[in-house]
């Protein structure tokens, strides 16, 4: 897992202007793309247990090898919604010293992200977690800062009793 302090910040790696390497994901129909120092592991056939009483973004917890993680619903953050359907893989992220579940509609690979294949984030929904546009063989994809979207859009308790 990776320590708060070790969080590094996306958005300044990409204006270093050095490129980097994104773990590329559909959302919504379209192609996204997040730090992949941020990603622990990427987790399929996985069942979501919801639970009662929750916010919609909250779809419930998967039990990971006997660790219970929650698993959010982002993508109306970015002005998108997930394609109905059924089992989906979840991106398991480790956001301020906790770990938390991002559900997909697909996850494709690991891609580098050249430093001239970067363009401006647009002006859009979910704007104030885009960090930009990618010009890759696969097509645009967005580059998402998911740490401050996790960070500002779930509320772990990551005390220690």
Not at 11 to 38: K, P, S, T, W, Y
Not at 45 to 52: G, V
Not at 67 to 79: F, Y
Not at 117 to 135: D, F, M, N, Q, T
Request: glycine share 10%.
């Amino acid at each position: 897992m990776i320590a708060p302090a070790q969080e590094l910040d996306f958005r300044a790696l990409l204006a270093r202007g050095e490129g980097a390497q994104v773990v590329a994901f559909r959302m919504g129909g379209e192609l996204h793309g997040c730090d992949i120092r941020l990603v622990e592991e990427v987790v399929t056939r996985q069942r979501i247990h919801p639970l009662p009483d929750v916010p919609p973004h909250l779809l419930g917890m998967i039990l990971l090898r006997g660790e219970m993680v929650p698993v959010v619903d982002v993508s109306a953050a970015l002005g998108l919604s997930l394609s109905p359907g059924g089992a989906r893989p979840i991106l398991v992220a480790g956001v301020g010293g906790a770990r938390v579940g991002v559900a997909a509609d697909a996850v494709h690979e690991v891609m580098e992200v050249p430093a001239e294949a970067l363009r401006p984030a647009p002006h859009a929904a979910g704007e104030a977690y885009v960090v930009g546009v990618a010009r890759l063989a696969p097509g645009l994809v967005t580059l998402i800062d998911l740490a401050e979207l996790l960070r500002e859009r779930t509320t772990l308790d990551t005390r220690t009793a």
